[in-house]
């Protein structure tokens, strides 16, 4: 395993994987869109991380059921109100954390929660 990195795929279960796409790339404005032809598949790329929307289906839901990926932003308040701006709704938080860093989920509009985590530039 890389200590880099470790996460080399996010998956996010969506019941319209077009919509969720769309809506993604303007929660992540400088996420790549990729694509596989041979799939027939395509994903943002974030850095290293690939965010993959996925169908939903009767293994794998969507909404808040599951684990939280935190991405880790610059400015804290600033971060929560473009997820807020592009229609994503607060679902838990902000709370301060350890070393004066803030956290807090929010939810797409299939149900998925996004952590974010950073310092608030007062």
């Known amino acids: 395993m890389s200590n880099e990195n470790p996460i080399s795929a996010v ?3 969506v019941s319209d994987v077009p919509e969720a796409i ?3 790339r303007r929660a992540f404005p400088h996420a790549v ?3 596989l032809d041979a799939f ?3 994903f943002l790329r974030l850095g290293s991380v690939c965010l993959e929307i996925v169908n939903a289906d009767e293994k794998v839901g969507a909404g808040p059921n599951g ?3 935190y991405w880790q932003v610059d400015d804290f308040d600033k971060a929560l109100e473009h997820f807020l701006s592009v229609g ?3 679902y838990r938080g902000p709370l301060e954390i350890q ?3 803030n956290m807090c989920q929010v939810r797409d509009p299939w149900g998925n929660c996004i952590g974010l985590r950073g310092l608030r530039i007062a």
């Open 99 to 101: 070393n004066g860093l």
């Open 88 to 90: 994503a709704m607060l």
């Open 22 to 24: 769309r809506w993604y």
């Open 67 to 69: 684990s939280v990926v």
């Open 33 to 35: 869109l990729e694509r």
């Open 11 to 13: 998956l996010v279960h």
């Open 40 to 42: 027939d598949f395509e």
